[in-house]
């Protein structure tokens, strides 16, 4: 607030004051209070305070006992919005009376030009939790860590080279916003103002555009593929996503996880799309699901019960998910389990919930025995011819092979993969040893295979 924004209200609140009490506020400001008595409040506050919230209960304790004897003005820079101790004030004494004057976010809005109809207002002790927005003006950026909160969270929500309106009393620049924190001078009245690019010009983007892009495509006069799509075409991109996204794991690569990611999210903003259309849900009804259920699940953060190890904390969530389930029985745990998996990861996850109840091999070891069992009954199959047989067997010796996996401690879809993979980086060898030796690989007798394949084992160990 400059010198001469105060209003009529206000003016006469003042006048009718017994005791004018004023928080520290910069001079400009206190022009406004020229010719009356008042004093501000007393420093030991704000050095017994140990944080804000602590300093601002004291302020309006500090306020409000000074009213039990006489008419009290509290006066602060701004709005009374904008003043925490006012806010808590005004929630224990509603008889209390508000005399407005020109906030902070106000004057930055008239100094900076916003063009933006929706503006969010937020100080700059509260610009860690922003979220995203068209335009945001904010205040109280007095000091330079504060300044670099602010430019944190303003280059997550519109890109860190957008340009933003810097206010400094009844000063204004343009900077970019990366410079928020290298300017030279900050006070209570800095405030910054902002407001996001044309939609496709915008430097950053997130969920809520994602979802409007996907609209903008299946609006008329949009993509004809786009708009052609259901859930039951798509479904199979996400899975395919999916493995894109895991093998960028696999590699270790966070480019690569990063678009892949983006992928992802892009085919279940998709969904949420689609399903909006025909009125079943929208993706704020996804998130708001998926937030309560972490929340439900996680019982030992957010509830009474007790985690005190990985495999507990597991435990809990796993009880958790059989009671959001409705899952009475250890076989509707089983039977949830869904169909369309990879098939050994299946096969580990209907093992795994099975042995809950406690159906399950004693270790690893005796789980191989029960492995072997089931390979003869394959060879005894093999040598009976019967394909029925055969095909039964054959399942039967890939779930005992999962078991000895699960109980050992190995993921059996990681185990496997591994071994096509070093499978195949050893078939490539073998091919490259044999055609370094003029011979053809489709023209080699039994013997010779086993001897080229040695070579390549024996190759890739030694590299």
């Given at each position: 607030m400059r010198a001469g924004d105060i209003t009529l209200r206000a003016k006469a609140a003042l006048d009718n004051a017994g005791k004018i009490i004023c928080r520290p506020s910069s001079g400009e400001c206190l022009k406004n209070l020229e010719g009356y008595n008042y004093e501000t409040a007393p420093e030991s506050i704000f050095k017994s305070s140990r944080n804000f919230d602590t300093l601002n209960k004291k302020l309006a304790a500090y306020v409000t006992d000074a009213a039990k004897t006489e008419t009290v003005c509290y006066?602060?820079?701004?709005?009374?919005?904008?003043?925490?101790?006012?806010?808590?004030?005004?929630?224990?004494?509603?008889?209390?009376?508000?005399?407005?004057?020109?906030?902070?976010?106000?004057?930055?809005?008239?100094?900076?030009?916003?063009?933006?109809?929706?503006?969010?207002?937020?100080?700059?002790?509260?610009?860690?939790?922003?979220?995203?927005?068209?335009?945001?003006?904010?205040?109280?950026?007095?000091?330079?860590?504060?300044?670099?909160?602010?430019?944190?969270?303003?280059?997550?929500?519109?890109?860190?080279?957008?340009?933003?309106?810097?206010?400094?009393?009844?000063?204004?620049?343009?900077?970019?916003?990366?410079?928020?924190?290298?300017?030279?001078?900050?006070?209570?009245?800095?405030?910054?103002?902002?407001?996001?690019?044309?939609?496709?010009?915008?430097?950053?983007?997130?969920?809520?555009?994602?979802?409007?892009?996907?609209?903008?495509?299946?609006?008329?006069?949009?993509?004809?593929?786009?708009?052609?799509?259901?859930?039951?075409?798509?479904?199979?991109?996400?899975?395919?996503?999916?493995?894109?996204?895991?093998?960028?794991?696999?590699?270790?690569?966070?480019?690569?996880?990063?678009?892949?990611?983006?992928?992802?999210?892009?085919?279940?903003?998709?969904?949420?799309?689609?399903?909006?259309?025909?009125?079943?849900?929208?993706?704020?009804d996804a998130l708001t699901r998926v937030i309560k259920k972490l929340i439900f699940r996680h019982s030992h953060i957010f509830g009474g019960d007790k985690a005190a190890s990985e495999n507990e904390a597991l435990g809990v969530w796993e009880n958790n998910k059989r009671k959001e389930k409705g899952q009475e029985t250890f076989s509707d745990s089983v039977f949830a389990v869904p169909l369309n998996f990879p098939a050994c990861l299946r096969a580990q996850k209907v093992q795994k919930r099975a042995a809950k109840c406690g159906m399950d091999y004693l270790s690893s070891v005796s789980a191989s025995e029960g492995l072997a069992d089931e390979v003869s009954e394959l060879l005894n199959a093999l040598a009976d011819g019967k394909k029925e047989e055969i095909f039964d067997e054959a399942g039967d010796v890939l779930f005992s092979a999962v078991n000895v996996c699960r109980l050992a401690g190995v993921d059996c879809e990681e185990a496997l993969r591994a071994s096509t993979r070093k499978f195949a980086e050893r078939f490539k060898k073998f091919e490259e040893l044999i055609i370094a030796d003029g011979k053809n690989v489709t023209e080699l007798d039994g013997s010779q295979y086993d001897w080229y394949w040695l070579q390549a084992k024996n190759a890739l160990k030694n590299s």
């Open positions: 006066c602060v820079d701004g709005a009374v919005c904008e003043d925490e101790a006012c806010k808590i004030i005004l929630k224990k004494h509603k008889d209390c009376e508000v005399a407005e004057s020109v906030s902070k976010a106000s004057h930055a809005y008239d100094a900076s030009r916003l063009s933006a109809r929706e503006v969010t207002c937020v100080s700059a002790y509260s610009a860690a939790t922003l979220k995203s927005c068209r335009a945001v003006l904010v205040y109280d950026i007095d000091c330079e860590y504060v300044a670099g909160v602010v430019k944190e969270r303003l280059s997550y929500i519109f890109g860190e080279e957008c340009e933003c309106a810097f206010v400094r009393g009844g000063d204004i620049k343009k900077i970019k916003i990366y410079e928020i924190d290298r300017q030279k001078i900050y006070s209570a009245e800095c405030s910054v103002a902002v407001q996001e690019s044309e939609f496709l010009k915008k430097d950053r983007y997130d969920y809520a555009d994602l979802e409007y892009m996907i609209k903008l495509l299946r609006a008329p006069g949009g993509c004809p593929w786009d708009r052609a799509q259901t859930s039951d075409s798509i479904k199979g991109n996400m899975i395919e996503e999916a493995y894109e996204l895991a093998d960028a794991i696999d590699r270790g690569d966070a480019y690569d996880m990063e678009e892949e990611t983006g992928d992802v999210l892009l085919q279940a903003a998709f969904h949420s799309v689609l399903q909006e259309e025909r009125g079943e849900y929208n993706g704020g």
